[in-house]
C-alpha cells in the first residue's frame, strides 16, 4: 500500500508542475489575446491536467485539495478582468467563471464513475477508458 500511496504522491506532484506550467504560458501571452479567450485557454490548458484521472488520485489531504485550488486560482487570476481578485474571495472567482474546486471536480467525477459501473452497469474496462 505505501508504493501505491507514493505513486499518487508522485503523480500529484506531476499535476501540479503541469498546472505550474501552463499557468506561465498563459501569463506569457496574456498580453495577446482578449479576456473571453484567455478564460477558455486557461480552462482548458489548465483544468484539464487537473481532471486527468482524478477520481484515481483525488482522494489526497485537505491541504493538497487545497493547493490545487490555489493553483486554479493562480492560473485564472492571469486574467487581467481577475487580476484584482484576492485569495479571500477564490471561490466566489471560482463560482463567477462557473468553474468547480478541486473537491467539487472530484466529486462529481467519482459520481460519474459510480453510476456508470453501478446503475449502467458498464463494464469496468469501458468506464476506466474514458477516465
Known sequence: ???FKCVIKSH???VCSKMT???RLIWRY???YPAPALLMFTKSLVLSHLDYCLPIWGNLCGSDMHKLDKLIFAAFTNIPLFKSVTRSRMFWLFEKI????SVERRNLYMLK???NVF???SNLHSVLSNY
Not at 98 to 101: A, L, M, Q, R, T
Open 30 to 32: 496574456k498580453n495577446f
Open 21 to 23: 506550467a501552463m499557468t
Open 119 to 121: 446503475v449502467m452497469r
Open 98 to 101: 462557473d468553474i468547480s474546486s
Open 12 to 14: 500529484f506532484g506531476h
Open 113 to 115: 464513475f459510480l453510476f
Open 1 to 3: 500500500m505505501g508504493d
